[in-house]
């Protein structure tokens, strides 16, 4: 999506990037999974004019994050269990004047899948995402239904309809 007439030799954009990230998987069966992941993330953004001295816009954004997960697998079935959590604390600067900002994501989720008659596969579940972002706030049970049938082993069909709250970009 270039567009040549809106183009800038003089713009420059700098983006720093640290994430540091630990996972746990414990295995109590061998149908039975629990998932853990911890995450922080410190992100800089810079962008400049170098016509202009002082710097346009800089973010500065530092993340931790953390999620779970259960899985149980079964013959026919199987479902998926988990929460997540993230709070971004932004520093945001635009041509000098700053301002703070607090992003927070909670969500959790539950999903079944259930294999009948054998090729297909149905999905159903719920999760209930929770986003604030400084007066912003959104909280909203997303529904999630779907279906694989499996043709042949080359050839998988499949439909879905879901809603979601999305998370903030630095967590992505």
Known sequence: NFDPDNFSRTFRRDVDQDTYRVGLRYSPAPSSDF???????????????KNIPA??????????????????RGDRFNVTTGFGYSDVDRNFADLGQSNDQEITDTSGYVYGNLNLPDPVTWTAG????RFEHNALKV????PKFGVQWRVTDDLVLRRAAFRIVKRALVNN
Do not use: F
Request: charged residues 25%; negative net charge; aromatic residues 12%.
């Open 139 to 142: 909280d909203k049970p997303n």
């Open 35 to 49: 998932l853990l992941s911890l995450s922080y993330a410190y992100l800089e953004d810079a962008s400049q004019d």
């Open 55 to 72: 710097p346009i816009i800089e973010t500065k954004d530092e993340a931790p994050q953390g999620e779970g997960q259960y899985i149980y």
């Open 126 to 129: 719920i999760s209930y995402g």
